[in-house]
């Protein structure tokens, strides 16, 4: 049987950790690799480099949404083939994510969070839209 009664604090500490996360993988991108060396990287793996300054914005936003709790399901879905990409740029270094190079371990596991997050919803402490507060609670 399943205890619903601290379904919404999951769904909060899974939101959160994940919007944190996306930050940091943006940071990684932004601060330490830098934009010009992200797209010189996505250019190395055949990806035209907008999609490396899309891959920024994405994951600065998204990761800001998640946290907020702002339509958590929809920027969730979102994210998913940006970490379907990084599995792609990640998958021929093996599984295990320590590899040289990063397997794909790490992408796989975040794209099911990504998902799991989609069907929980937002959580506790959600920024929600004015017009979802009237929906009922099981159609959130």
Aim: proline residues 4%; without cysteine.
């Amino acid at each position: 049987m399943t205890d619903f009664r601290n379904s919404e604090y999951a769904a909060l500490i899974l939101r959160v950790t994940m919007g944190v996360y996306f930050l940091v993988h943006a940071g990684l991108k932004i601060f330490v690799f830098t934009p010009a060396g992200t797209v010189a990287f996505f250019g190395s793996l055949g990806l035209p480099g907008a999609l490396a300054y899309l891959t920024m914005i994405a994951e600065v936003v998204g990761g800001l949404a998640l946290i907020a709790g702002f339509m958590t399901r929809w920027v969730s879905l979102a994210l998913v083939p940006i970490m379907l990409g990084a599995l792609w740029a990640h998958s021929g270094a093996g599984f295990i994510f320590s590899n040289a190079g990063g397997g794909w371990e790490f992408p796989a596991f975040w794209t099911v969070t990504l998902i799991v997050q989609a069907l929980l919803g937002d959580g506790a402490y959600a920024l929600r839209l004015p017009s979802s507060a009237a929906r009922p609670a099981l159609a959130r």
